[in-house]
């Protein structure tokens, strides 16, 4: 495991989806308002962060690899820092299309005495328009994607990915051998069809799929994946379970890795690592039960930290040697 590890080094991985800024105020509450009787925040700190599938390229870059986004932002102050963030953590941006028409997403947490007191999200979530969505497609089958080692749609349900887009990409992928790994969300979830490897989680499999799928029930869990796995003519799936640990499968063979016990702070970001690490492993060709192994670690490593941060490479090495 641990030279598999070192192969993730110079790995070229299109990241398209939604990104976002993670935005926090930070400060002291010592008095309520005149004007109405609430807190009032004395801010000394803003700070802010790489969220949605920025920070899934954020993972990646720590593991070695080299990720190119690819979304749509506005033309906004948000999207002027959003791409500060990015060139400061070496992330290409060649695949971004701003947009006066859209906002750049961001989330802005209110802290007081390291609790969350608000959070303000300024966002869109309708589609994309069309002009937009064909300007991002074309960026990426012309100029981006005959270079890449593997293909990540990062879906958050904020309007960047499309079926349309989805078909498109996917199509051209398999034409050049590029395997295509996805993280889904329920507006697009019947959308991705014939991709390499599908990682929903149990939440996700229920709206998307409609069906309930408990994996305490082994023999009904299966079927419902083997029915998803028909209808979207998918290679392989990995269900994430929480504190059940990942299942992956190809539709014949189930693979059940369990949980890591661990003392947990926080599972915020354990998403992303997950679906960084599987699709590296899954551009270097390795076996399901590599994959959901691997993959499976590096979720439980993030947990132990508090808020979301990126794998740390040489933990997830030295972890790995244990598999």
Do not use: C, W
């Given at each position: 495991m641990k030279e598999i590890i070192k192969k993730f080094e110079g790995l070229k991985v299109l990241v398209i989806g939604d990104v976002m800024i993670d935005a926090y105020l930070i400060g002291n509450v010592d008095r309520i308002s005149p004007e109405a009787p609430v807190p009032v925040l004395a801010v000394h700190k803003k700070d802010f962060r790489l969220g949605g599938a920025a920070n899934v390229a954020l993972n990646l870059v720590a593991l070695g690899a080299k990720p190119i986004l690819c979304s749509v932002i506005g033309e906004d102050a948000e999207g002027n820092?959003?791409?500060?963030?990015?060139?400061?953590?070496?992330?290409l941006s060649t695949g971004i299309i701003r947009s006066k028409e859209r906002l750049t997403t961001t989330k802005t947490r209110v802290m007081a005495q390291n609790h969350q007191m608000i959070r303000i999200d300024n966002e869109q979530t309708e589609q994309i328009s069309e002009v937009d969505s064909y300007l991002l497609t074309q960026r990426i089958i012309n100029d981006l994607l005959p270079a890449a080692d593997v293909v990540l749609f990062e879906d958050y349900d904020?309007?960047?990915?499309?079926?349309?887009?989805?078909?498109?990409?996917?199509?051209?992928?398999?034409?050049?051998?590029?395997?295509?790994?996805?993280?889904?969300?329920?507006?697009?979830?019947?959308?991705?069809?014939?991709?390499?490897?599908?990682?929903?989680?149990l939440k996700e499999l229920k709206e998307?799929?409609?069906?309930?799928?408990?994996?305490?029930?082994?023999?009904?869990?299966?079927?419902?994946?083997?029915?998803?796995?028909?209808?979207l003519s998918l290679k392989?799936?990995?269900?994430?379970?929480?504190?059940?640990?990942?299942?992956?499968?190809?539709?014949t063979q189930f693979d059940y890795i369990p949980a890591h016990l661990r003392k947990i702070a926080d599972v915020s970001g354990a998403g992303d690592t997950v679906i960084s690490v599987a699709s590296l492993c899954m551009a270097l060709g390795m076996s399901n039960k590599e994959v959901a192994a691997l993959s499976n670690l590096a979720g439980g490593l993030v947990c132990e930290e508090v808020g979301v941060v990126p794998i740390d490479i040489n933990r997830l090495a030295a972890e790995s040697q244990k598999l």
């Open positions: 820092e959003l791409l500060a963030l990015l060139e400061k953590s070496s992330i904020k309007g960047v990915i499309s079926e349309t887009l989805i078909h498109q990409i996917v199509a051209h992928a398999h034409k050049l051998n590029k395997k295509v790994v996805v993280d889904p969300k329920k507006r697009n979830f019947l959308h991705y069809k014939e991709v390499d490897l599908f990682k929903p989680n998307g799929f409609k069906r309930d799928a408990d994996p305490s029930d082994q023999a009904d869990f299966e079927l419902a994946i083997k029915d998803l796995m028909r209808s392989n799936i990995m269900v994430t379970m929480s504190e059940r640990g990942v299942m992956i499968s190809d539709g």
